[in-house]
């Protein structure tokens, strides 16, 4: 990134492991045009880049992301989100891709939760395939709180991933879900101390660098395809897409590496 | 004959022909399109061939026309070249014809691959007319055949805005038979014409012809067609083979006569 332009997303790449790091923790990790941009483009990255086999994102100091910047929304020269119509369009030409990319890209992508995940931070969490928290984190749909309606695709992830009752509960109440009740929900995968938070979440990713990566490529593509489609039509995907991955080296080395343990038995 | 721009398979009693402009998105060139008409005209008399895949290969189905090529042109070549014409033997292939379609279909590539009889779409498949984002419109079909397959809405849309759908969409709208991987593609394309080529070639050339007659004939005239194809069909030994397969409990085995 040049000099002299703030960092509101800083990206490491270190073996196979690549972290994006919302970094404005003075503003608690506030989304506005400028993090929208760099995280797009930290996004798109990640996914193309090769080396890149896990992705994690993570925010900076006490919160994970506390939303869209709200002061952007009203101020003058903030980040160009001053008309409703403006607001659509940020959401529908920024946002989505963004989103999409995270649900879609071919590698896992963890949320390490270091704090509380709000509005569209919530969006972020919920967006990955793994989550794992500190007990001080929640989860916080905002949006009712100043007078707007879920989006960044929680109106989709949520009823799917938590049934439509807690989905309704957090949109009406814009109350928290901790950490811990949201982990009891299936919502987090895993809740663990602040100061082993770092730790645990590159020991998973550090496992996820060495399984398979077209493998775990191939059950992304099958769950997403799932979520839109009969469960006939899922078997059916999933038996084209098992055909392929026996095709793999993959699933040769996995075999023999099956039968060697089996015989060391 | 040698082909420059496409590839012939016959692996009896299928046949594939790939598009294979790799370098340019397999961009239709006039030359491309002759090919492939040239090629299924051959692959229609030949009667090792009983069903043929028609894809783009791995990555990319066709992203429309050579826009380098068209820019600069003026009404009268384009007419005198007549670029469009050269499908015309695409659409008349009797056989059945099963499109593979990954990535791209743009353009004259969507309306490629809606010549074909079925549609397999890979995961990776994008739809759609972009001729509007230049100046034009759809001129190899794309505004008669969305229409009759999507209805007018979806047509409409695709058409008017230029925007592409994506494979599940596709499937949704009744463009696509079936989504699978996109590294499945061909070889699922494959199976359903080795699984048409067990079925009586004359039957499969009067249930194609009657279906096409559908969109272009009123129900009184398409239904008069279709029975006369039908009572035509007890003609056949494939018939009488056919049927006595069936009531002595075996495969038939068709022949074409």
Same mark, same amino acid.
């Given at each position: 990134? @040049?000099?002299?332009?703030?960092?509101?997303?800083?990206?490491h790449?270190?073996?196979?492991?690549?972290?994006?790091?919302?970094?404005?923790?003075? &503003?608690m990790?506030a989304?506005?045009?400028? %993090?929208?941009?760099?995280?797009g483009?930290a996004?798109?990255?990640?996914e193309?880049d090769?080396?890149?086999?896990?992705v =994690?994102?993570?925010?900076t100091?006490r919160?994970?992301c506390?939303?869209?910047?709200?002061t952007?929304?009203?101020?003058?020269?903030?980040?160009?989100?001053?008309?409703?119509?403006?607001?659509?369009?940020?959401?529908?030409n920024?946002?989505?891709?963004?989103?999409?990319?995270?649900?879609?890209?071919? *590698?896992?992508?963890?949320?390490?939760?270091n704090?509380?995940?709000?509005?569209?931070?919530?969006?972020?969490?919920?967006?990955?395939?793994?989550?794992i928290? %500190?007990?001080e984190?929640?989860?916080?749909?905002?949006?009712v709180?100043?007078?707007?309606?879920?989006?960044?695709?929680?109106?989709?992830?949520?009823?799917?991933?938590?049934?439509?009752?807690v989905?309704y509960?957090?949109?009406?109440?814009?109350?928290?879900?901790s950490?811990?009740?949201?982990?009891?929900?299936?919502?987090?995968?895993?809740?663990?101390?602040?100061?082993?938070?770092e730790?645990?979440?590159?020991?998973?990713?550090?496992?996820?660098?060495?399984?398979?990566?077209q493998?775990?490529?191939?059950?992304?593509?099958?769950?997403?395809?799932?979520?839109?489609?009969?469960?006939?039509e899922?078997?059916?995907?999933?038996?084209?897409?098992?055909?392929?991955?026996?095709w793999?080296?993959?699933?040769?080395?996995?075999?023999?590496? /099956?039968l060697?343990r089996?015989?060391?038995? | 004959?040698?082909?420059?721009?496409?590839?012939v398979a016959?692996?009896?009693?299928?046949?594939?022909?790939?598009?294979?402009?790799? *370098?340019?998105?397999?961009?239709l060139?006039?030359?491309?399109?002759?090919?492939?008409?040239?090629?299924?005209r051959?692959?229609?008399m030949?009667e090792?061939?009983?069903?043929?895949?028609?894809?783009?290969?791995?990555?990319?189905?066709?992203?429309?026309?050579?826009?380098?090529?068209?820019?600069?042109?003026?009404?009268?070549?384009?007419?005198s070249r007549?670029?469009t014409?050269?499908?015309?033997?695409?659409?008349?292939?009797?056989?059945?014809?099963?499109g593979?379609?990954?990535g791209?279909?743009l353009?004259?590539?969507c309306?490629?691959?809606?010549?074909?009889?079925?549609?397999?779409?890979?995961?990776?498949?994008?739809?759609?007319?972009?001729?509007?984002?230049?100046?034009?419109?759809?001129?190899?079909?794309g505004?008669?055949r969305?229409?009759? %397959? @999507?209805?007018?809405?979806?047509?409409?849309?695709?058409?008017?805005?230029? %925007?592409?759908?994506?494979?599940? &969409?596709?499937?949704?709208?009744?463009? @696509?038979?079936k989504?699978?991987?996109?590294?499945?593609?061909?070889?699922?394309? *494959?199976?359903?014409?080795?699984?048409?080529?067990?079925?009586a070639?004359?039957?499969?050339?009067?249930?194609?012809?009657?279906?096409?007659?559908?969109?272009?004939s009123?129900?009184?005239e398409?239904?008069?067609?279709?029975?006369k194809?039908?009572?035509?069909l007890?003609s056949?030994?494939?018939q009488k083979?056919?049927?006595?397969?069936?009531?002595? *409990?075996?495969?038939? =085995? /068709?022949?074409?006569?």
């Open positions: 990134m @040049a000099t002299g332009v703030e960092e509101h997303v800083i990206v790449v270190h073996d196979g492991v690549g972290l994006i790091r919302l970094n404005r923790p003075e &503003r990790n989304i506005g045009a400028l %993090t929208r941009k760099q995280l483009e996004i798109k990255q990640a193309r090769d080396a890149v086999r896990v =994690v994102l993570t925010g100091g919160a994970f506390s939303g869209a910047d709200v952007e929304m009203v101020t003058e020269g903030g980040g160009g989100m001053r008309t409703p119509e403006d607001v659509g369009n940020v959401l529908r920024e946002y989505m891709p963004m989103l999409t990319r995270l649900r879609t890209m071919p *590698k896992p992508v963890i949320a390490a939760m704090g509380p995940a709000a509005g569209i931070g919530a969006s972020y969490a919920l967006a990955c395939d793994i989550r928290a %500190t007990p984190a929640y989860l916080l749909e905002a949006f709180n100043i007078g707007l309606a879920p989006d960044g695709g929680v109106s989709w992830l949520l009823p799917r991933m938590a049934g439509t009752g989905a509960e957090m949109f009406f109440t814009g109350q928290p879900l950490a811990i009740d949201a982990h009891r929900l299936g919502l987090i995968n895993r809740v663990v101390p602040a100061d082993q938070l730790a645990e979440v590159r020991e998973l990713a550090n496992h996820l660098v060495t399984q398979p990566r493998a775990m490529a191939a059950a992304k593509r099958a769950v997403n395809h799932a979520l839109e489609s009969s469960y006939e899922a078997l059916e995907f999933e038996s084209y897409l098992q055909e392929a991955q026996a793999s080296p993959e699933f040769a080395e996995g075999v023999q590496k /099956f060697a089996r015989s060391q038995k | 004959m040698g082909y420059e721009q496409i590839l016959v692996e009896a009693p299928i046949a594939i022909v790939t598009l294979n402009r790799p *370098k340019v998105l397999n961009a060139s006039p030359e491309l399109i002759g090919e492939v008409n040239q090629a299924l051959e692959l229609d030949d090792r061939v009983r069903a043929v895949v028609l894809t783009g290969g791995a990555k990319v189905f066709a992203a429309g026309a050579d826009i380098g090529d068209m820019a600069e042109r003026t009404a009268v070549e384009q007419l007549d670029q014409g050269r499908w015309a033997g695409i659409a008349a292939f009797t056989k059945p014809l099963i593979a379609v990954n791209y279909a353009g004259g590539g309306e490629l691959a809606l010549m074909c009889d079925m549609i397999i779409a890979g995961d990776s498949a994008r739809f759609g007319q972009p001729e509007i984002n230049l100046g034009i419109i759809p001129g190899a079909g505004t008669q969305w229409p009759r %397959t @999507a209805g007018k809405y979806a047509a409409m849309e695709a058409v008017l805005t230029g %925007t592409a759908i994506t494979a599940a &969409r596709a499937k949704e709208l009744g463009i @696509a038979n989504v699978v991987p996109a590294e499945m593609t061909i070889e699922v394309a *494959k199976r359903i014409a080795r699984q048409l080529a067990e079925k070639p004359l039957a499969l050339r009067m249930a194609k012809e009657a279906v096409l007659n559908a969109f272009d009123p129900l009184a398409g239904l008069v067609a279709e029975r194809s039908f009572y035509f007890f056949t030994e494939d083979e056919g049927m006595r397969a069936f009531l002595e *409990k075996r495969k038939a =085995v /068709f022949k074409g006569r």
